[in-house]
């Protein structure tokens, strides 16, 4: 039989299936807010383990081929590298620092996080200007919505007032039909208006051929024909669409080491490149005093099987220049 839960059951943090007789989408798990230990070893629940929550500590899936290979890319990462992206981006990146970016990746962020990137440029005839972009890495949302976590949300809505520059929506695999439910969301005029999809860019993480403009306009192609419900999300991010390769410092070789170094270096000019062409204008919008509920309305009116990673996309950088400091020191 497929699998299915009741409202009164989201607080399950604990739940064993295994050698039961259910088979098929692991989706409606997707919204078990609280579930921190699953196993499904020897069922036929072999679909959509991208939609399992993200409070997932442990999986087991012995006797499924299918999940237990995807583990070691979905359910094995602590989240889509967007923390490793904002220390690259601030150049975070010396020996001394490894041991401390390794351990604040190990979980995802749970507090907002703000660190700066300065960036000079020359403005006539040898003249330089600096521009300082503050780089704010938001927590998970299923934090955020959290009743003991109103301050990351209320960070997050101040952002939004004082006015963001550019939104980082960072993957680290191709594009998916989860990637359309994220664009459907941000499309939510109850939420946004429609102007927020010019301020997004979309980040590729962990691409190999990053330095390659072929290989990255055949991974936008592959991903296109993968599902072409997506063509029209490629389509309209197609100039915004960033291949990077954020490689770890924990390494013990160290032709390795200063090989990955390089790979960060360029990854993060790359970005800085588009920021610098493409982080002029400001999105602001004016939230109503309700909105942690309209938020939340919002996503309960959407299927549960993509609750899951709607909530999830939330877990952004959001990219603000120059003069915004003040409100998150207070």
């Known amino acids: 039989m497929e699998i299915g839960f009741e409202p009164d059951n989201q607080s399950l943090k604990h739940l064993n299936l295994r050698k039961t007789n259910f088979y098929g989408s692991l989706a409606p798990l997707g919204n078990l807010s609280k579930l921190n230990f699953l196993d499904i070893s020897y069922t036929k629940l072999d679909a959509d383990i991208e939609f399992l929550p993200s409070s997932l500590e442990t999986i087991i899936a012995e006797g499924i081929p299918e999940i237990e290979k995807k583990m070691k890319v979905e359910i094995g990462k602590t989240g889509s590298g967007k923390s490793t992206l904002c220390d690259l981006l601030t150049a975070k990146t ?10 604040e990746n190990t979980n995802k962020t749970k507090e907002i996080q703000i660190k700066e990137l300065e960036q000079e440029f020359e403005v006539n005839q040898g003249k330089k200007s600096k521009i300082t972009y503050r780089i704010i890495d938001t927590p998970s949302a299923f934090d955020i919505f959290s009743a003991s976590s109103q301050k990351p949300l209320k960070t ?11 939104i980082l929506f960072v993957i680290d695999g191709n594009f998916n039909q989860h990637d359309m439910n994220i664009y459907n969301f941000l499309r939510k005029e109850t939420i946004f208006d ?12 962990n691409f190999n051929d990053f330095d390659n403009e072929e290989k990255c306009k055949e991974d936008i192609k592959k991903s296109v024909k993968k599902d072409s419900k997506l063509s029209e999300l490629i389509e309209l991010f197609q100039g915004r669409i960033i291949h990077v390769d954020n490689p770890s410092l924990e390494v013990k070789n160290k032709d390795e080491l ?9 990854s993060r000019n790359k970005i800085v490149d588009h920021l610098n062409k493409n982080c002029q204008s400001v999105y602001k919008f ?45």
Not at 258 to 266: A, I, P, S
Not at 297 to 319: G, M, P, Q, Y
């Open 94 to 103: 010396s020996d001394s620092e490894k041991d401390k970016e390794s351990s």
């Open 156 to 166: 997050i809505l101040e952002i939004f007032k004082v006015g963001v520059n550019q």
């Open 194 to 205: 429609q102007d927020i999809v010019n301020y997004v860019t979309i980040v590729r993480t």
């Open 258 to 266: 200063e090989f990955n170094k390089e790979r960060r270096n360029k």
């Open 286 to 330: 004016k939230p109503k005093e309700t909105i942690r509920d309209e938020l939340i309305s919002e996503l309960r009116k959407i299927k549960d099987t993509t609750l899951a990673v709607l909530v999830i996309t939330l877990e952004r950088l959001f990219v603000i220049k120059d003069n915004t400091k003040k409100f998150v020191d207070k």
